[in-house]
């Protein structure tokens, strides 16, 4: 990177983290500190919620996916709508009228105290892991463009965070995400711009558009169905509806963003406009990822995007990359050429065009072709590479091709979505960990000023096991799917504790809590024997403890419930 670059993304994030220190200042108790004093309006709660769910992963590897398997991703979404609808209606004004301090407070109310540490533990062990996953994912950049160790970039990414997250507590946190937010909604739209300026003379955005589509990456809507395709519309009503409805409404991550609010309206206008503004600004993000692929079709792409993989290829088997290259250079040309010709016929409708669109496809599936034989080349030759480059590809494209300052500013955007969900997860963990493990079992309740200081020493000991859980992170493929299927495989089953806690009046504590071990039992089970896509697991976890705490009447003799 330039001089500039270095300044732009080094002051940006300088500015960052002195804000958050400087408005988190003066915390005196864990009302402040876990909750914000409850002072939250609607839009810092909106925005709070997008940013904790918007992480590093959404902008770097989110075009990557695009890219690759095309735009059906954001299919996963569809559900996410109806699902804000149900939390208004159910989950926000139990949270409110109980004025809890974590989503899993409710459970010991309505169950007992087992039910409620066994759910917190399913959250803290999901969301440790993928908060060490989205630690990693603006590690990588630091990695690739200082050249520098994963591992040392693992903690400084992981560690800077926490000098405000530690400090300010949820204050700090919700107004750093309403700055970090409109930094990143800014760049990313300018980098749109930035894409179709780059793309050859005389090549403008509808032909961009034409080619994605005819390469088969703008497909949106796929309705086919199939148990294990992973994206299409019936997953992603379904099964985004189950996983939306878990995550957003008993994931403390999500939970603790909106009882920070004033009150129930405040609380609830943000989720509502979270489910009609997530799915837009997820379409934009993946139509970049489109788009790259029409530019790359258009200008020479790189044999494999994740270069020091690669090289570590070259370095080890340079003849069976010399082949690689000298196979991938022709095709490069031939996928070139085919693709100007094509938007050359387009205006003129000649009759050959076509079968110029078939040269096209088949070429383009050759292109595959050769980058998963280099691919599994990579894998074959280093234990420690990443399984995919799918990570690397819009971090390629800023690198090579966006202008000097616009580059730092692309990076600081990256670290500072990453900061936003991070810090949010590492609040809500140890919101959980001291309220329902660390002083649930204490006779007597610290005074505030203790009560503070457990709070910050779990923030800092969460940041310390994500950290290294991010040391492990490289051989999970495409972070942004990695990091859903890990919340899928415990999302179910929280969800199901809860919907049996508001809709099942007779379940009573010792039956859920069988029930939610024997869900979880079985998601793991149908997620080793690969029957369904992940999203499906959502939808199997909660309808397994509902099942399962039916049959449960059979044997426990249900209890007075306590309202």
């Not at 169905?225 to 992973?230: A, L």
């Not at 799915?279 to 790359?296: K, R, T």
């Not at 000097?404 to 963990?429: E, H, K, Q, Y």
Request: charged letters at 15%.
């Amino acid at each position: 990177m330039s001089t500039i670059d270095w300044t732009v993304l080094i002051f940006t994030l300088v500015a960052v983290v002195v804000y958050g220190v400087f408005i988190g200042r003066g915390q005196k108790s864990n009302a402040s500190y876990l909750k914000a004093d409850n002072k939250m309006p609607w839009y810092i709660v909106l925005i709070g919620i997008m940013a904790t769910q918007a992480s590093a992963i959404t902008f770097l590897s989110a075009p990557g996916q695009a890219y690759t398997d095309g735009m059906r991703f954001v299919q996963y979404y569809f559900g996410l709508p109806l699902a804000m609808i149900v939390i208004c209606i159910t989950f926000i004004p139990i949270f409110q009228r109980l004025n809890v301090y974590t989503a899993y407070e409710y459970l010991e109310n309505r169950f007992d105290k087992k039910t409620r540490v066994l759910t917190s533990l399913l959250f803290l062990f999901s969301r440790g892991l993928s908060t060490g996953i989205s630690i990693y994912a603006p590690s990588i950049i630091l990695s690739s463009v200082l050249n520098w160790n994963i591992y040392l970039t693992n903690v400084l990414t992981g560690g800077i965070l926490l000098i405000y997250t530690y400090i300010g507590g949820a204050k700090a946190i919700a107004h750093t995400q309403k700055l970090q937010f409109l930094i990143i909604l800014g760049t990313m739209a300018f980098a749109g711009y930035l894409l179709i300026e780059n793309m050859p003379n005389g090549i403008g955005f509808k032909d961009a558009l034409y080619l994605a589509g005819k390469s088969g990456k703008l497909n949106v809507i796929t309705t086919e169905f199939d148990w294990k395709d992973k994206y299409n519309i019936w997953s992603g009503i379904i099964g985004g509806f189950f996983l939306a409805l878990s995550y957003f409404g008993t994931d403390q991550s999500q939970v603790g963003r909106y009882i920070t609010a004033k009150d129930n309206t405040n609380a609830k206008m943000g989720l509502l406009l979270n489910g009609l503004v997530k799915i837009p600004m997820q379409f934009a993000i993946l139509l970049i990822g489109a788009l790259l692929f029409a530019f790359f079709s258009l200008k020479p792409a790189p044999i494999y995007f994740n270069e020091r993989s690669y090289q570590y290829l070259k370095e080890t088997k340079p003849e069976q990359a010399e082949v690689f290259e000298k196979e991938h250079q022709d095709l490069q040309v031939k996928f070139n050429t085919e693709s100007k010709e094509i938007l050359k016929l387009k205006e003129t409708d000649a009759p050959q065009l076509e079968a110029k669109i078939q040269d096209f496809k088949n070429t383009q599936a050759e292109v595959k072709a050769l980058h998963g034989r280099v691919e599994e080349a990579i894998n074959t030759s280093n234990y420690n590479a990443e399984k995919t480059d799918t990570n690397y590809i819009f971090l390629y494209f800023v690198k090579n091709t966006l202008p000097a300052g616009m580059i730092g500013l692309l990076f600081a955007v990256i670290f500072l979505a990453s900061w936003g969900s991070i810090s949010a997860a590492l609040n809500s963990l140890a919101a959980c960990s001291v309220k329902d493990i660390h002083l649930i079992f204490k006779k007597e309740a610290p005074d505030d000023k203790t009560e503070l200081k457990y709070s910050r020493l779990h923030t800092l000991a969460w940041g310390i096991f994500s950290i290294g859980v991010a040391m492990f992170a490289t051989q999970m493929g495409s972070l942004i799917e990695a990091v859903n299927v890990l919340g899928s495989l415990f999302y179910g089953p929280i969800l199901g504790i809860f919907l049996v806690a508001f809709y099942y009046k007779k379940i009573n504590g010792p039956n859920v809590f069988v029930a939610a071990i024997l869900a979880e039992i079985t998601v793991i089970t149908v997620y080793q024997f690969d029957i369904v896509s992940f999203l499906w697991l959502n939808v199997i976890g909660a309808a397994a403890v509902i099942l399962f705490s039916a049959i449960g009447l059979l044997f426990y003799k249900p209890k007075a419930v306590h309202s």
